[in-house]
Every structure is written in structure tokens, then in C-alpha cells.
């Protein structure tokens, strides 16, 4: 069963501009959050999204948005770049079964530099 | 608030020797705990996890973590460690109740490897 892919993998982008990253989840997972980790902050939690529902938010401002489509997969948007968002963004799945034993399997990651 | 901490932010060991990597948890209640691990450019590894039942938790990789409520504390030990364990090492604590689907990590520890 293939993992959590994200694409792209590196993306340089200028000040001002703004930015898509997609998540394509595990097979069967409904459940996707998005983590962005910054040496600085660490690893802290941006949205989590269930059937096309941002269900959980964390603490970033509202240029950070998110979606999800009916196959699960997710994108992130961040508009008007700064400098500050220059990070690891990661996406995780997990299967949502009701139970609360949820486990999110971890991407690879997307590297933003922000120029 | 809720949190995990993990006092260590580097560790060094010699292959061979043991390892301990401390993390505490501090949450209403318990939550479920997560030990994740990092190669550099990479996402995150799952190497265990703690929902409930026993406290000593076996992992993948050769690790063990062992929960301890009166402490509040989740270490991740390995009785010997191999050059390719040098990584950074993340605890998480989740609450997934009521469809609250959200992790918090601790700061992270990066273990060195000398051979």
C-alpha cells in the first residue's frame, strides 16, 4: 500500500506570492492534518480535514487555508508569502474509524523557501 | 494547556551503548503518546505508540518506550544503538476524542552517533 505522498517535494517562492501543496493520503485514510515545522517553532499543527471538513484548526493566521477533495486528497494554500514562511510543510493521514486509536502516518514533506 | 516536552535537545552516544530519550506530557488527562523519528529531508517514522494496556511498548527498529503515569514521562529507550539510529527523535501526545484529531510535539531531540 503506497504511503503519503506530497508533491512537490522543494518549491522556491518570492515574497508575496502565494503557494499550493497537495497531499494525496493512504489508501482508505479520510482523515488528513497538515504540520508545519520550522527550526525556530518546531512542529506545530496547521488544520486537520475529514470528509471535505476542516474539523481541527491550530493557531496560524488566515493566509493558511486548506481543502479536501472527495477522495481524500488535500490541498494547503498560503498567500502573500513572508519570509517566516519558509518551512517543512507535512501532511498526515489517518484512518478514521469512529475509535479514537488514531495514528497519522507521515509524508515526506514539502521544503517552501520563501526568497 | 497541553504539552510535551523533551528536555534533551542533543544527545551523543558511542555505537553499542545504550540510549534513553526522555519526554513528558502534560494534558487533562492521559493522552495517547507517540514516539516519531526523523532522517534529515525526511518526514516522520512512527517508531511506537502507547494507547493503553501495558506500560513497557515494543517498537520497530529494536525500540522500547515505557509510559509512567505517576511521572508523566514516556522515555524511548534502546539497549543498543547502531550508527544508523542518528537522527532526530520526536515525542507527540493526541486526544481523539470527539473528533478532535491533533497532535503536539515535543521540541525534538537529535541524537548523535559516534562510531
Known amino acids: 500500500k503506497a504511503g503519503v505522498t506530497q508533491t512537490p517535494r522543494y518549491l522556491i517562492k518570492t515574497r508575496g506570492q502565494q503557494v499550493t501543496l497537495s497531499c494525496s493520503p493512504i489508501s482508505g485514510h479520510r482523515s488528513v492534518s497538515w504540520y508545519q515545522q520550522t527550526p525556530g517553532q518546531g512542529l506545530q499543527f496547521l488544520f486537520e480535514?475529514?470528509?471535505?471538513?476542516?474539523?481541527n484548526k491550530g493557531n496560524f493566521p488566515g493566509r493558511f487555508s486548506g481543502r479536501q477533495f472527495s477522495n481524500s486528497r488535500s490541498e494547503m494554500n498560503v498567500s502573500t508569502l513572508e519570509l517566516g514562511d519558509s518551512a517543512l510543510y507535512l501532511c498526515?493521514?489517518?484512518?478514521?474509524?469512529?475509535?479514537?486509536?488514531?495514528?497519522?502516518?507521515f509524508g515526506a514533506g514539502t521544503r517552501l523557501s520563501v526568497l | 494547556a497541553q504539552s510535551v516536552t523533551q528536555p534533551d535537545i542533543h544527545i551523543t552516544v558511542s555505537e553499542g551503548a545504550s540510549l534513553e530519550l526522555r519526554c513528558n506530557y502534560s494534558y487533562g488527562a492521559t493522552p495517547y503518546l507517540f514516539w516519531y523519528v526523523q532522517s534529515p529531508g525526511q518526514g516522520l517514522q512512527l517508531l511506537l505508540k502507547y494507547f493503553s494496556g501495558d506500560t513497557l511498548v515494543q517498537g520497530i527498529k529494536g525500540f522500547e518506550a515505557e509510559f509512567k503515569r505517576s511521572q508523566s514521562s514516556f522515555n524511548l529507550r534502546k539497549p543498543s544503538v547502531h550508527w544508523s539510529d542518528a537522527a532526530e527523535y520526536f515525542c507527540a501526545g493526541g486526544m481523539f476524542s470527539g473528533g478532535y484529531n491533533k497532535l503536539i510535539f515535543g521540541a525534538g531531540t537529535r541524537l548523535a552517533v559516534h562510531p
Open positions: 498526515a493521514s489517518s484512518l478514521e474509524t469512529g475509535g479514537t486509536e488514531n495514528i497519522q502516518y
Open positions: 480535514y475529514f470528509s471535505e471538513t476542516q474539523r
